[in-house]
């Protein structure tokens, strides 16, 4: 049971953020990672698609045998959560709490959340941060073009600087001291935010604070694998060629086994 992986999908390379923080703070543990790159975007999709797709998305990893599901997208841990807590009999783990949780440490209460149109209308990181910080004052803005941009590999190119500069105008106006990165492809562009924002405002990545989750829930039901070393396996559903290419870039080492999956 112990050495059983923990499953962790996303719509596309956006997640390997999350799998970055995990794989550095559980080392020992297996990794199970699936992009449903066929499908990319899920930003964009109605509630039932991205239900759908975060249903199937599971499935996979579920009989893949994993001990663990980490919803790693912003979008499918908004809208589909109850869902696969219900569906499945193992933990399920999302990034929007956990994001919410460092959020509420802001100074001046003053946050920008920025994600994809899906999670955005959801409100559900409003909803989170008002529960622990009620007098906050929120400012969200969608970003569509992000997702695209990081896929592409153009995360640090000037055409995302202008981009961010466009959609994020009344964020930098707003005094806020805090900005969400409602999704998992935004860390990708964490040195363009920075251009753009600055040092003075803290960019908050779900993706570390969802490792700490991981952790906690691993120490508090003896979850944890006791041997060292352990194996990273990466699935796709559409050729591998472009995950690997700005996986790799995105990782810092190479993404040996990536297969190819049809699932749904
Ligand atoms: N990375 C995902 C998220 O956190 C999905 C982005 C997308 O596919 O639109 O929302």
Same mark, same amino acid.
């Given at each position: 049971?112990?050495?059983?992986?923990?499953?962790?999908?996303?719509?596309?390379?956006?997640?390997?953020?999350?799998?970055?923080?995990?794989?550095?703070?559980?080392?020992?543990?297996?990794?199970?990672?699936?992009?449903?790159?066929?499908?990319?975007?899920?930003?964009?999709?109605?509630?039932?698609?991205?239900?759908?797709?975060?249903?199937?998305?599971?499935?996979? =990893?579920?009989?893949? %045998?994993?001990?663990?599901?980490?919803? /790693?997208?912003? #979008? *499918?841990?908004?809208?589909?959560? +109850? !869902? @696969?807590?219900?569906?499945?009999?193992?933990?399920?783990?999302?990034?929007?709490?956990?994001?919410?949780?460092?959020?509420?440490?802001?100074?001046?209460?003053?946050?920008?959340?920025?994600?994809?149109?899906?999670?955005?209308?959801?409100?559900?990181?409003?909803?989170?941060?008002?529960?622990?910080?009620?007098?906050?004052?929120?400012?969200?803005?969608?970003?569509?073009?992000?997702?695209? =941009?990081?896929?592409? %590999?153009?995360?640090?190119?000037?055409? /995302?600087?202008? #981009? *961010?500069?466009?959609?994020?105008? +009344? !964020? @930098?106006?707003?005094?806020?001291?805090?900005?969400?990165?409602?999704?998992?492809?935004?860390?990708?562009?964490?040195?363009?935010?920075?251009?753009?924002?600055?040092?003075?405002?803290?960019?908050?990545?779900?993706?570390?604070?969802?490792?700490?989750?991981?952790?906690?829930?691993?120490?508090?039901?003896?979850?944890?694998?006791?041997?060292?070393?352990?194996?990273?396996?990466?699935?796709?559903?559409?050729?591998?060629?472009?995950?690997?290419?700005?996986?790799?870039?995105?990782?810092?080492?190479?993404?040996?086994?990536?297969?190819?999956?049809?699932?749904?």
């Amino acid at each position: 049971m112990l050495d059983r992986s923990i499953g962790i999908f996303d719509s596309g390379v956006g997640g390997l953020t999350v799998l970055k923080e995990i794989a550095s703070l559980l080392p020992e543990e297996n990794l199970l990672y699936l992009g449903d790159t066929a499908r990319v975007p899920y930003g964009t999709k109605s509630v039932e698609t991205v239900q759908r797709y975060a249903l199937e998305a599971a499935e996979f =990893l579920v009989a893949q %045998g994993v001990k663990l599901l980490v919803v /790693a997208c912003n #979008t *499918a841990s908004a809208v589909a959560l +109850p !869902l @696969l807590r219900e569906r499945f009999q193992l933990p399920v783990i999302g990034v929007i709490e956990p994001g919410a949780r460092r959020a509420a440490q802001s100074r001046n209460h003053r946050i920008g959340v920025i994600g994809t149109e899906g999670t955005i209308n959801s409100h559900r990181y409003p909803e989170a941060i008002y529960a622990l910080l009620p007098d906050a004052e929120i400012l969200s803005v969608a970003c569509p073009l992000f997702v695209p =941009l990081a896929e592409e %590999g153009w995360a640090e190119h000037e055409i /995302a600087r202008l #981009t *961010a500069i466009e959609y994020l105008q +009344p !964020l @930098l106006t707003a005094k806020i001291d805090t900005l969400v990165l409602g999704c998992t492809h935004y860390p990708l562009l964490c040195n363009t935010l920075r251009r753009v924002f600055g040092n003075a405002v803290v960019l908050v990545d779900s993706a570390e604070e969802t490792a700490k989750s991981v952790q906690q829930l691993f120490r508090s039901q003896g979850l944890s694998r006791l041997q060292p070393g352990g194996r990273r396996t990466f699935f796709v559903t559409d050729v591998p060629a472009r995950f690997i290419r700005v996986g790799e870039a995105f990782l810092g080492k190479s993404l040996e086994s990536v297969e190819q999956v049809q699932i749904g």
